[in-house]
């Protein structure tokens, strides 16, 4: 009967605050979501195996998963605080009314288990039906190649599954002590009294002063990564979080203070409520926006680096071979596809196979001379450009065996030599022609040269992973070793980006409750509706603002990192792309967060 | 005397269309005149909040009309009700009702500052009022860092500074002790008669009532006593307040 009646009162808890819960619900089905999909890349070394070619490649992915962890504990407990807020009032009440402690305990244990277990289950469904759209977008859009990759992976689904159940167990237990040791009279006023903080003047410069020398030295390791190797990323790490803290401990608090006690700004409209707000925020949210601002960093770098790699498949891919595509002895069927691209130059070779040897028609090369690179894994191969039949006769072995490797499957045959136009006439042996071309466009038109690539790679038994002499080729290759590479960049960003804005929004919004007095004040001195509502999207806004900004230097100066690395060709190219489409997301974000607050501290 | 506030045939009624109607106020009738000092007395229940409720705006009767100077607040809506809210009346409440989060100068400026007032003139009216109420010197304190007292003359000072056409209590010594609930009472007494202030005070307290010039008494809805101080001392006027109430609720 008690069981019953305990039940019931965790199940009506629910149904109360149905708004609020359903925010708060959302937001804990999309970390699951996020997390599932995540899993579904991570465990599945298969996956990871046959899409790059970084042996670490799986050691990265725990790596990946251990941050996605602590993000997605840290977001847990914003949201479960929220939970904890809608509560806490009403549990007193339970408790002034002559309720167990013991039994209240339950209450909120089974609360949080119940909402927890729900949002695990529709945010692992979430997670297979998210992961089948993304990944079949993101194939599309970007031409990944994705091996072994299925939205259903039981392994997943069973990590996902452990880490969230543990996590909220021990979220709900934490909930049944903090309730139960907590006074009472706390819980029912749990309304922050803002005290005023004194901070030494002293003290305080030489904060500023830290965070900023901190920060620095951080950028500085960063820059040196090719001579500080791990050690430049430990203490990248420690200065910057640090550095970070103490910018918003102390100089983004001198700022508002410093607004504050400028009367022409402070005393106009509501600006000495918004600064008092902020000043009162910041110094409770130092921790959080700081933490943020090194997310948000994160998660924009990934995004960045992702979009990177995409254009180094295209930079890789232009300055590896010179030749967009080979045919070798095309039909007339094969001839007119080919009439139809738009092109920019053809070279036409003449070759003979005579007694398993291959014999140049060297006139061919004094008409149209050959360019050539030999890739040598940077981004300045040695390259040959129009040689000519001449040139190529003064360094015969060298070119006889580059012109080989044009021929696919040379297994069976052996360089034999330059031949003059007459002597090719009166060599006895099969014909065959090479035709190499250059597209105007190729990235517009490599879907179109696809079949006929397949198909002379057929011809010739070309093994097409170890081809270089064509660009198609050598996209297939590289967009393979690079596409999981980016999709694990575009997707730990994405979704590191949708939980550190979430843990800002579920912040904002525990404190609403408390906030709906001020505006009620606010309104009974007279204050317009239209004034309180700019009020709160300036506030909520600088809030939002400040860790992004701070997230952009952190990107700024961290690419620096793979600029000396050399892991990224010009990381800083088109960089407005990924800081664009990350800013919309993220002001999204806000906005969604903006609108919520208002509707609950405005309300009517 | 022209009247400041005039209550006309207001009538207040809760619940839906199809729900169980509860009449707070049925018919209520009173006028305040210029400069007055006018308590409304009624045990809990007897419609007094709704009817403060109605008279600061943050409700609105069923029918019947209040005009405060002039404006019929039942037909303002928006930016007209903010603006009247801030121009017109002053509230101070139990509760204080102060910005924790803004030092008290700030808490005092902030209704100046809505008005897009210079900040020079708006820093002359601040110590103004402040001298006048005596809290000078805990401008720079956070409500979290005075007293009770101090509080609710901050309150004051706020509501008094736009010069409202007329000043809301509504049972401003609620939360202070004695001394400091005297020494508020006589501050507005002072405002009164030294600044022709027209104060209205809600409050079952009689010796709140007993700096009054005039009581209203409110039960089940309807105003149906009144009392006048004359040329009463205050204390002769408390006694027959206490006198009235026995008689009125019983």
Redesign the interface.
């Known amino acids: 009967m008690v069981k019953k009646m305990t039940l019931k009162l965790a199940l009506s808890g629910l149904k109360n605050h149905l708004k609020d819960y359903f925010i708060l619900f959302s937001g804990l089905t999309i970390s699951a979501a996020i997390f599932y999909m995540f899993q579904t890349l991570a465990a599945n070394p298969l996956f990871l195996k046959s899409n790059t070619y970084l042996s670490s490649i799986v050691v990265i992915f725990n790596l990946g998963t251990f941050l996605l962890a602590i993000i997605t504990f840290a977001y847990l407990n914003y949201a479960n605080n929220f939970l904890i807020s809608l509560r806490s009032r009403i549990y007193a009440m339970y408790l002034m009314l002559g309720a167990k402690s013991r039994k209240i305990a339950q209450l909120i244990f089974l609360e949080t288990i119940v909402i927890g277990f729900l949002a695990i289950l529709t945010g692992i469904v979430c997670g297979i039906i998210l992961t089948q759209l993304i990944s079949r977008l993101l194939i599309k859009q970007l031409d990944l190649s994705l091996i072994h990759y299925s939205p259903w992976n039981n392994q997943a689904i069973l990590v996902t599954l452990i880490f969230f159940l543990f996590i909220f167990v021990f979220f709900a237990l934490k909930n049944a002590r903090k309730l139960v040791y907590t006074p009472i009279l706390k819980l029912l006023n749990q309304e922050k009294t803002p005290v005023r903080a004194h901070k030494n003047p002293l003290l305080w410069g030489g904060e500023i002063i830290a965070g900023i020398v901190l920060l620095a030295i951080g950028y500085w390791a960063l820059a040196h990564l090719d001579k500080l190797n791990v050690n430049g990323i430990f203490m990248a790490i420690i200065t910057i979080v640090s550095g970070s803290y103490f910018v918003f401990d102390s100089l983004f608090l001198a700022i508002i203070q410093s607004l504050q006690h400028r009367p022409n700004f402070a005393l106009k409209r509501l600006h000495s409520f918004t600064l008092g707000q902020l000043n009162f925020r910041l110094r409770d949210l130092t921790k959080l926006l700081a933490m943020i601002s090194i997310m948000f960093a994160l998660a924009l770098g990934a995004i960045t680096v992702g979009i990177g790699f995409h254009r180094d498949i295209a930079t890789i891919t232009n300055v590896c071979s010179d030749y967009d595509f080979i045919l070798h002895d095309p039909s007339t069927r094969e001839l007119d596809q080919v009439n139809n691209l738009k092109l920019t130059d053809t070279s036409v070779y003449h070759y003979k196979i005579a007694s398993n040897k291959v014999y140049w028609l060297v006139d061919d090369f004094n008409l149209k001379p050959f360019n050539h690179v030999i890739p040598n894994g940077s981004f300045n191969p040695i390259k040959y450009s129009h040689v000519t039949g001449k040139q190529m006769l003064k360094d015969k072995n060298q070119w006889l065996s580059i012109l080989q490797s044009y021929l696919g499957d040379t297994s069976t045959i052996l360089p034999g030599g330059f031949l003059s136009k007459k002597e090719f006439e009166t060599k006895t042996g099969k014909e065959h022609i090479i035709n190499l071309y250059v597209l105007k466009n190729f990235m517009a038109e490599k879907n179109q040269i696809k079949p006929l690539v397949l198909a002379d790679n057929k011809k010739i038994k070309l093994d097409v992973n170890r081809d270089s002499t064509q660009k198609y080729n050598m996209f297939f290759v590289i967009n393979g070793m690079l596409s999981g590479f980016e999709f694990m960049g575009l997707f730990l960003g994405i979704a590191f980006l949708a939980m550190l804005a979430s843990c800002l929004m579920f912040k904002i919004l525990s404190g609403a409750n408390n906030d709906m007095h001020r505006y009620q004040i606010l309104k009974q001195i007279g204050a317009r509706h239209q004034l309180l509502e700019y009020s709160i999207a300036q506030e909520i806004g600088t809030i939002f603002l400040l860790p992004a900004l701070l997230g952009v230097v952190h990107v700024l100066f961290g690419l620096q990192m793979f600029k000396v690395t050399n892991l990224i060709y010009e990381p800083y190219k088109n960089l407005i792309i990924p800081i664009g489409i990350f800013l919309v997301l993220y002001a999204f974000y806000y906005l969604v967060t903006d609108f919520i607050y208002q509707k609950k501290v405005l309300r009517k | 005397m022209t009247s400041i506030v005039a209550v006309q045939q207001v009538k207040k009624v809760y619940g839906k269309v199809h729900e169980e109607k509860t009449v707070a106020l049925k018919n209520v009738n009173f006028q305040v005149e210029t400069g007055e000092f006018i308590g409304i007395m009624g045990a809990s229940g007897s419609g007094k909040s709704t009817l403060l409720n109605i008279l600061?705006t943050?409700d609105r009767p069923t029918s019947g009309q209040v005009l405060i100077n002039g404006y019929d607040i039942t037909k303002l809506r928006?930016?007209k009700l903010?603006?009247?809210?801030?121009?017109q009346i002053g509230?101070i409440f139990q509760d204080f009702?102060?910005?924790?989060?803004?030092t008290v100068e700030?808490n005092i400026?902030?209704?100046?500052?809505?008005e897009?007032?210079s900040?020079?003139r708006?820093?002359a009216l601040v110590t103004l009022i402040s001298k006048k109420l005596s809290i000078s010197s805990i401008l720079k304190k956070?409500p979290?860092?005075i007293s009770g007292g101090q509080k609710q003359r901050a309150a004051a000072a706020?509501a008094l500074i736009?010069k409202p056409a007329i000043l809301l209590g509504d049972e401003p010594t609620g939360s202070l002790d004695s001394s400091s609930a005297r020494e508020l009472l006589n501050t507005m007494t002072n405002l009164n008669q030294k600044d022709k202030i027209s104060i209205l005070l809600v409050t079952h307290d009689p010796v709140s009532a007993s700096f009054c010039q005039r009581i209203l008494f409110i039960k089940d809805g309807v105003i149906g006593k009144e009392l006048r101080r004359n040329n009463l001392d205050r204390i002769s006027f408390y006694h027959q307040i206490l006198n009235e109430v026995e008689s009125f609720e019983s």
Do not use: C, Q
């Not at chain 2, 903010?82 to 121009?87: G, L």
């Not at chain 2, 009702?97 to 803004?102: H, K, S």
């Open positions: 600061s943050i928006g930016n903010s603006d009247f809210r801030a121009h509230f009702n102060l910005l924790e989060d803004l700030e400026a902030l209704p100046l500052s809505l897009e007032m900040p020079k708006i820093k956070y979290a860092e706020r736009t």
